[in-house]
């Protein structure tokens, strides 16, 4: 099936004004958060790159909301994170998705969850945290496996997307 979208900028949907909906549970299946994405405006990264504001709030979590900056160009989707109120890097992936495990590309396959099922679902390594995501085409991120290993705070958390508004 063609996608109606061609360009890296629609493959990896960062337009303002989009939303996702996750509902977050932990290990044993309970649901123990809901966490609701925006893209809200724009600013320029310190390596003069154009990005998008990208903020999760979270229903219940002290910690949020957070915000990352995104950057799609040509092939590179690239993350940053804010350290010492400033933009750093914190990692990056080649689009559009091809499997090849030495990338972080583990398969290619339809997911069905609760936002709908979708034919072309990648798996690839989850950079935010050990884990893995599942990435559909033009939808973007639309579940994810993020645990923390760290002493404090430790998690295990699996996100599914259950509602997203993508403006055209």
């Known amino acids: 099936m063609q996608s109606k979208f061609q360009t890296s900028e629609q493959y990896f949907p960062n337009t303002i004004g989009n939303e996702w909906h996750y509902e977050v549970k932990n290990s044993s299946g309970k649901i123990i958060d809901t966490v609701?994405?925006?893209?809200v405006g724009s600013v320029i990264t310190p390596d003069g790159k154009p990005a998008n504001i990208w903020v999760y709030n979270r229903e219940y979590s002290f910690f949020y909301p957070d915000t990352l900056l995104i950057t799609v160009q040509n092939?590179?989707?690239?993350?940053?994170r804010?350290?010492?109120?400033?933009?750093?890097?914190?990692?990056?992936?080649i689009i559009p998705f091809t499997v090849d495990n030495s990338s972080g590309v583990y398969s290619k396959d339809s997911i069905s969850i609760q936002a709908g099922t979708f034919?072309?679902?990648?798996?690839?390594?989850?950079?935010?945290?050990?884990?893995?995501?599942w990435f559909?085409?033009?939808?973007?991120?639309v579940k994810l496996h993020a645990i923390d290993w760290s002493p404090?705070?430790?998690y295990n958390e699996y996100w599914e997307l259950i509602y997203y508004d993508l403006v055209e």
Not at 120 to 131: D, I, K, M, P, R
């Open 82 to 93: 804010w350290i010492s109120q400033q933009p750093h890097l914190w990692y990056y992936y």
């Open 136 to 141: 559909v085409p033009n939808i973007g991120f």
């Open 36 to 39: 609701r994405v925006q893209i």
């Open 152 to 154: 404090l705070p430790f």
């Open 119 to 133: 034919e072309a679902g990648f798996q690839v390594l989850n950079y935010f945290s050990s884990g893995y995501a």
């Open 75 to 80: 092939d590179t989707l690239k993350f940053y």
